[in-house]
């Protein structure tokens, strides 16, 4: 029986074209790149620094960010522009924009840029909700790695962590992610399977300064308080207590024969702060403990709000949950020269942090 050369080249093609096709989680990345990653800015930071001769030697650095609005307004990390001298923002039709820093927010290293660009060449992020996340749940990331084009990576959220430390900063409630977020990532957007801005990413682990896996994203919730604070005031408006505190361990406990395992020790007390309008009492004296030097002799909050109170960063976090003016109760074991430490309550109306 003859075949035709037509028939076997239809049958190849078929079988190439069978091979080629997408997968309908590829058709979702593929769609969702081409709807959004327009809304996915570069951003240069000018910045100048000086030789031994006191000679200007200007040097550049990038980020990603993402459009929030057709008003130019756009959502990056504050480390990414950290130092400007000038801000330029590149959108994804080739048109480059001088950017006005509107705020900052170090605690979450989030900021907010403006760029008068006409609202016909915004194409703005979707936002999510970020209160439902689960581990193990697909993510995406688009960003400007290294200053090229733009790029999409796919993965999986790794873990929900309550803190992480980036350099001298302490960030809290981060979404882990293994999408591979390489330099130049930062500030650009964590996308869930349907397009929604989820998180901003903003720092990764690393051995060797390139990506191993582990990423890190502010959750979007908390930038969407961060940026209409800054829209509104230009900073972030955080609870203030006025205390200066150090975690108390089972180890230490032992060590100062103390009645309780965990806690925060009060250390200072701010003056003039809602701890000491509300009577709180600060350490009294330096006891060395091993390496170590406690200043011990002040209040130990064991409770807040009627939560247990573990560790200084617990009391912080709780702390940043609140407004100013909110009430906050506090549980204590106050230490008495006669009886040692006694249980007490006291009330304090939190202030705003100072700035």
Known sequence: MRVSLLAIAAAGLA????????????????????????GVVNITNRAVAYDFFFNPIPSDSSG????????GHILTNQHVVQGAQRLEVSLADGTKWVAKLVGTDPQTDLAVLRIKAPSEALTVLPLGD????QVGQKVLAIGNPFGLEHSLSAGIISSLRKIVKAGAREIEDVIQTDAAINPGNSGGPLLDSEGRVIGINTAIFSTSGGNIGIGFAIPINTAKRVVADIRTHGYV???????????LTPALARALELPVEYGAIVVRVARGS?????????GTRQVVIGNAIVITGGDIVTGADGMKILTSEGLRRLIHKHQPGDLMRLELLRSDKKDG??????????????R
């Open 274 to 282: 809602p701890a000491a309008k509300a009577g709180l009492q600060g």
């Open 15 to 38: 079988a190439a074209s069978s091979v080629w096709a997408l997968t309908g989680d590829e058709e979702n990345n593929v769609a969702i790149y081409r709807r959004l990653n327009a």
């Open 341 to 354: 430490y006694k249980q007490s309550e006291v009330e304090v109306k939190l202030s705003e942090m100072p």
């Open 64 to 71: 990603s960010g993402v459009i929030l609005d057709t008003q």
């Open 237 to 247: 408006i955080y609870a203030y207590l006025g205390t200066e505190t150090q975690t």
């Open 130 to 133: 970020s209160s439902s996340l």
